[in-house]
């Protein structure tokens, strides 16, 4: 790729075109993926994704009786594939890639907003656009663009980074009309984002956030003002209210996943042993974003649950470092803002799932939102002052790039092939349920029947009351004329 000048808008194009090529060559192998794992309940199962025809009917019956409700901008999304293309998964897979780009582009444009009014005139866009295709490339990436049903993941950032992009405009607007028509594109985005994936709500923070790191004097002198009309207790009580508000919301929202004491329902966990578990799963997750070798990478991570703070000890360890990261950058907030905006907004954006609700402990699509704000970083913070230092670093960039774009490919050719993905998720989590039989249902629906038996067989011992693994054994064994076996299975 060409060093590009700051101000040539053909060599930018050009250069925009290469990075998205070179995303489409990395992601090429996992476009003939098949439908996996929650794809099923998702949109196989989903009835009303299962459009034929446009009609406003199939539109409310979309948003109605979709299998997570709370996602209608995603699932309508995906009825318009079906509608489009039926349940050919190779569409939906290229749909996917195209979001993933458009992330990279819309990440492109925030990075140069932050660089222009924020960098004190020393942004470097040929590091903006290095960092976007570190995230492009970068496999931990491929959970939320080659897995179908992540789509919610990645069309949510795209409508937060937009939302965040127009909200930092709209901010720096000398007149009232422009400034409120970037305010109300910002909001717009923002209900697109909430609409896609529950994570979309953490943009109201993330602005917060952003007014506290680089407008702190005037947020709180327009506090001052207010406490000034209003008094001190009008504020408060507002303030209170509007937060239980929220909570309240969120709740609701949330309904039966959050738990605390309780064991949660087809989990060997409670929602506190959740969240202790999950100091240690971001440490997991940021191993995986230095070393992302595919060896490492998993659709289903098997990943031991924290019992306590001392259980194990690398519990306590990982929320220590995380207290003293969050110290050090609100420390940090006045006199090194480009640096702690991003870190306290990478631990935001991981905020409502480490929390204790009724989920997985480790998915690498939870990386996807967060890492923008690695690329964030990395195009506010490194800023060569030299010609010498510039290639150095250009030079560097592009080496991680090539290395990103190889593990990348390699891993999306172990996701578009069906089979060598179910062996592949079986072997890293041996004694998670659900890889060990959805391989023996995918191998005994081929013809395999041994190895579809020792499959089912591990399912059980992983998970002895399951009428699932027990049924399709059950098959198995009247396939190969074992009838006794198979009516005790059965």
Known sequence: MRIISQHNRLTLTLALLATAAITVLAYYPGMSAGFYFDDEPNLLEAAALHWTEFSWSNVSGTVRDAHLTSRPVANLSMAINHLASGLDPAP???????????????????????????????????????????????????QATTYVVQRMTSLATVFVLLSLGSYISGRFQSDTASRWR???????????????KETGFLLLPLLLLYEVCFNSTELFAGYRRMVAR????????????????????????????????????????????????????????????????????????????????????????????????????????????????????????????????????VFEHRMYLPMTMIALSIGMNLRPTTRSQAVTSYAVLLVIAALLTVSTYQRNEVWGDEMSFHRDVAQKSPWKFRPQYNLGTQLGMRGDLDEAKAALEQAIRIWPDSSLAHNQLGTVYLITGQAGLAEQYY
């Open 230 to 361: 209003f008094g001190n207790f009008t504020i408060v009580l507002g303030g209170s209210l509007t937060l239980l508000a929220i909570g309240w919301l969120g709740w609701t929202l949330a309904g039966e996943s959050i738990s605390w004491a309780e064991t949660m329902p087809y989990r060997d966990f409670t929602g506190i042993e959740r969240v202790l578990t999950q100091g240690r799963v971001q440490f997991f997750y940021l191993s995986l974003l230095i070393w992302p070798a595919p060896s490492r990478l998993n659709l289903d991570h098997a990943f031991t649950v924290s019992r306590s703070l001392l259980e194990p000890a690398t519990t306590l360890l990982a929320f220590v470092v995380i207290a003293v990261i969050v110290i050090m950058a609100i420390r940090s907030i006045r006199t090194r803002p480009n640096l702690a905006f991003p870190v306290l907004a990478y631990l935001l954006l991981h905020s409502i799932e480490a929390g204790p609700i009724s989920l997985e402990l």
């Open 92 to 142: 939906y897979h290229w749909t996917n890639l195209v979001i993933h780009i458009a992330a990279g582009l819309v990440l492109f444009w925030v990075i140069t907003l932050f660089q222009h009014h924020h960098g004190a005139g020393r942004g470097d866009q040929n590091i903006a656009l290095l960092a976007v295709l570190l995230f492009l490339v970068h496999p931990l990436n491929i």
């Open 182 to 196: 970037w305010f109300v594109l910002a909001g717009t985005c923002f209900l697109l984002a909430a609409g896609s």
